[in-house]
């Protein structure tokens, strides 16, 4: 739904401090990754909003937001439990040919600096 611009607004909500909370800012680049797959896409963060759930409700949040989203209420009902949530408008979403990307963990969220990035491209 991202590529193909449906989806505007990606959300990630924890019950922690974790990435992407505080550690994404505007106009960073994002990676757009497959479940167990390569990356295949990139999107620009043109905005960034991050919020302390236990001060705005998440009822707020999926009004004010819900459109961008594009989830169901089962989606919601998931989250009913979290404390934090960060929401980032994409901008430009652009496929790119498939690029591997040897990631092992069950993270959703990987902040990566220039260092740390090695790829590759087939």
Request: aromatic fraction near 10%; proline fraction near 4%; charge should be neutral.
């Amino acid at each position: 739904m991202v590529l193909s611009g449906e989806k505007t607004i990606e959300s990630r909500f924890s019950r922690n401090r974790c990435a992407p909370y505080g550690e994404i800012y505007d106009g960073d680049i994002i990676l757009l990754k497959e479940v167990a797959g390569p990356i295949c896409g990139l999107a620009l963060a043109r905005r960034i909003w991050s919020f302390d759930l236990g001060h705005e409700p998440l009822d707020h949040i999926r009004n004010r937001f819900g459109a961008g989203i594009r989830a169901d209420d089962e989606f919601w009902s998931s989250r009913a439990d979290a404390l934090y949530a960060t929401l980032i408008e994409l901008d430009a979403p652009t496929s790119i040919a498939p690029v591997s990307c040897d990631k092992r963990d069950r993270r959703g969220w990987v902040s990566l600096r220039s260092r740390q990035m090695t790829f590759n491209f087939a």
